[in-house]
């Protein structure tokens, strides 16, 4: 065993990181993405539209609303577009200014910011918290930490209910909660999600950045030379050292050590050491630097957004081949997205052919397929429906051609086909079906299936 | 309930299951030790020069271990895991089946019940007790008599005013409930080639078909004395004992002298099974309207 050998334990017991609040522009930023994130979050769920909720994503009858679109389960192709979406966006903010995402709108940020909102409130700055942590036990103490997380649970369990709120309507679900009558599984989420909420803007906090983020992980996939990351000016900063009454004059550099971008920083590291895995990008340290430098009057940006070419003095591209691939493809998906959408049919029609009898002869010796139609209304109003048949020589329908559907409504209409003997050689024809909607030529939908002749 | 017929495997897996849970407590309890640690990374080194910091896991990460043993200590108490243990709850898949169908039954019998008092006639009209009678339909009698119950070859067509066993609600409830079994005997031998298709030819003439002068007078007095028993006289069949009407065009095995002939000289047993201990009386009560108001229309 060599002699430099150090006692280490496998597991490490975590230290209370205890930020310091911090004023400035990219603050102000956070803030203003936390309301505005969490205004639409707790607020759609109550918006109504069309004597609905205008957001509602109803899992017991596989219904989806959002605003003026009702999207069904077959439409889950919009939910995977929509995750392509969002995962390119994060390529391209993260090559282009790293973690963005992290920084300024991740729900774990967000309800961090707020539960540490709540705690600043109630046991006062870093350091009245710090020496909070550290006193005895005492009346003061408990009724300041029960308060404490008396509020974080309250508005935990109303994040929960808010999130349950978008399955179920929200209204009800609020008579519910009031007289104590919400269902099992309702009853789980809230709990659920309120706990989740609580344990890990509360207690977790930087641990789920450091630990559990599987997306911390990789961005540094997407960063190079020319990504803009919150960087020390270590040759502008360096030596550091207290600033003295004479000032810089004793070849120390900008940085004073006021150790005020560690104080803040919400992971508990030191931006001077360089990029970390563990630095969310929330700029609070260049914040924090920015107040600093600007009251002992010298230039603010010791700490600031740079690129590595930048600190290193050489030009910086922010169109490169990285970022240019990234708008390409994005943009090319939303655009595909967007059209589909807007063209989009709000109607559905499975065809299913009969599979025991294949075919069957009624009078005059003619032949008859059977098919069940699945049609699907998936407007919120009730509509009439024409249903035709091509693809054959005299090929009609031997059954009701018009079917009325209620708002959203799904229903399995059988349907008969017919053909005069002879009209073909005997076997399998391909024909297609084609519903329409009586009142709208565009919304028509045409599917394909097979007449047998015998 | 064991597979084994031995007791041996049940002690066998439920000590293997035990000491390794526990092996695990005790392998994580180990690894709580501190311990000198010679380098600051792991030793391995991939592409030349990359190598792995030898970081410690944080301390929660170790209590979600010793959550997750006894989460499986309290399972194994509850459910069955242990060998032919049968756990405190006493859960079973068989048990959870029967409170699932409890379940339902409670939720969506009241639904059928509503229906249930109901008279046919009057259910056959009403649109909400339909829509109910043809999902039934297209799950438990399409598979035969095709999804708009106009039948095939070989399975009868419900949507005509022709019955083979009678059109009454009663009548169609019992076909449903008790099943129907239709028995034609073989004739060939009796009647040989020659009178088999005069007889054919005779049963064409009964629908008006056109058909062979001289086989017909011919088959005329073979029908009298070897069918009209059952398929009447003039044949029109007879419900009580599913005898098929033959003085209209409806052909339940095909129409044609040679299909004709081939049912006289084979003779034929078809089937509708019963569905009493299929479905329950309710649900055929709302067959019973639905398929009612197919031929009604």
Not at chain 1, 202 to 221: D, H, K, L, N, T
Not at chain 1, 290 to 306: H, S
Not at chain 2, 190 to 200: E, I, T, Y
Request: overall charge positive.
């Amino acid at each position: 065993m060599k002699a430099d050998a150090v006692e280490q334990s496998l597991y490490e017991v975590r230290e209370a990181i205890y930020p310091r609040a911090v004023r400035g522009w990219f603050a102000t930023w956070r803030w203003l993405l936390v309301w505005g994130t969490q205004l639409v979050f707790y607020g759609l769920a109550w918006l109504p539209w069309n004597g609905r909720q205008a957001v509602l994503f109803d899992v017991a009858h596989r219904k989806f609303f959002i605003f003026g679109l009702v999207f069904w389960p077959q439409d889950i192709i919009y939910l995977t577009v929509l995750l392509i979406i969002a995962a390119l966006a994060l390529f391209l903010f993260t090559a282009i200014a790293g973690r963005l995402w992290c920084g300024y709108a991740c729900p774990q940020t967000v309800y961090t910011e707020i539960f540490l909102w709540i705690e600043r409130r109630i046991e006062g700055e870093r350091n009245a918290r710090i020496k909070l942590d550290k006193e005895g036990l005492s009346l003061r103490k408990f009724l300041l930490k029960t308060s404490k997380h008396m509020v974080w649970a309250l508005f935990a369990l109303w994040t929960g209910f808010t999130f349950v709120g978008y399955v179920t309507p929200i209204r009800e679900l609020w008579v519910e909660v009031l007289t104590f009558t919400t269902g099992p599984w309702e009853t789980f989420w809230i709990l659920f999600y309120g706990f989740a909420t609580y344990g890990n803007a509360g207690w977790m906090r930087e641990q789920v950045c450091i630990y559990m983020c599987p997306y911390a992980r990789f961005q540094s996939a997407m960063f190079d030379k020319d990504t803009m990351v919150i960087s020390y000016d270590r040759v502008r900063g360096e030596p550091r050292g207290k600033a003295t009454v004479k000032g810089v004059g004793e070849g120390l550099g900008d940085c004073v050590d006021c150790g005020i971008c560690v104080q803040v920083c919400p992971t508990g590291i030191d931006i001077r050491a360089g990029l970390q895995y563990q630095c969310i990008g929330c700029a609070a340290c260049i914040d924090g630097c920015d107040q600093v430098m600007g009251r002992l009057g010298r230039a603010r940006g010791l700490i600031r957004y740079a690129t590595t070419h930048a600190v290193e003095g050489k030009p910086t591209r922010i169109l490169r081949p990285r970022v240019l691939i990234y708008v390409g493809i994005l943009a090319a998906i939303v655009a595909v997205a967007g059209a589909s959408l807007y063209l989009r049919v709000p109607l559905k029609v499975d065809v299913i052919r009969d599979r025991a009898a294949l075919a069957r002869e009624v009078e005059g010796g003619r032949i008859e397929n059977v098919y069940r139609l699945q049609i699907m209304n998936t407007t919120e109003g009730a509509r009439t429906f024409q249903i035709a048949v091509a693809g054959l020589p005299g090929l009609q329908l031997a059954s009701e051609p018009r079917v009325v559907l209620e708002a959203t409504e799904s229903r399995m209409v059988p349907v008969r086909v017919r053909a005069e003997p002879g009209i073909a050689a005997a076997g399998s024809h391909r024909i297609q079906f084609s519903v329409r909607a009586t009142d709208d030529e565009r919304v028509a939908v045409s599917e394909k299936s097979v007449f047998i002749l015998r | 309930m064991s597979q084994f017929t031995s007791a041996f495997w049940d002690v066998y897996i439920g000590l293997i299951t035990i000491v390794s849970i526990v092996a695990c407590a005790v392998l994580l309890k180990m690894q709580s030790v501190r311990k000198p640690v010679e380098s600051e990374t792991s030793g391995h080194v991939w592409d030349e020069n990359l190598s792995e910091y030898n970081n410690p896991l944080p301390a929660w990460w170790a209590w979600l271990f010793y959550v997750t043993i006894v989460f499986g200590l309290a399972y194994l108490v509850l459910y069955p895991g242990l060998g032919s243990y049968a756990g405190v709850l006493g859960w079973s898949q068989v048990k959870q089946l029967e409170e699932e169908n409890t379940r339902a039954q409670a939720a969506y019998g009241p639904i059928f019940d509503r229906f249930a008092a109901q008279d046919i006639v009057a259910l056959s009209k009403n649109a909400e007790a339909l829509a109910i009678g043809q999902k039934l339909f297209l799950n438990n009698c399409a598979q035969c008599h095709a999804s708009d119950g106009g039948g095939s070859r070989g399975f009868p067509n419900l949507t005509d005013k022709d019955w083979l066993w009678g059109g009454t609600p009663e009548a169609i409830r019992t076909s449903i409930a008790d099943g129907r079994t239709g028995a034609m005997p073989p004739f060939g031998q009796a009647l040989g080639d020659q009178g088999v298709k005069d007889v054919a030819h005779y049963v064409l003439s009964l629908s008006g078909q056109a058909s062979d002068s001289i086989r017909k007078a011919r088959g005329e007095p073979l029908y009298k004395a070897s069918c009209s028993a059952c398929h009447g006289p003039e044949g029109k069949g007879n419900p009580a004992i599913g005898a098929p009407n033959l003085a209209d065009r409806i052909w339940l095995h095909g129409s044609g002298e040679e299909a004709i002939a081939a049912q006289i000289s084979k003779g034929r047993v078809n089937q509708m099974p019963a569905h009493k201990d299929l479905l329950s009386p309710a649900k055929i009560h709302l067959l019973t309207a639905y398929v009612y108001s197919l031929s009604g229309k």
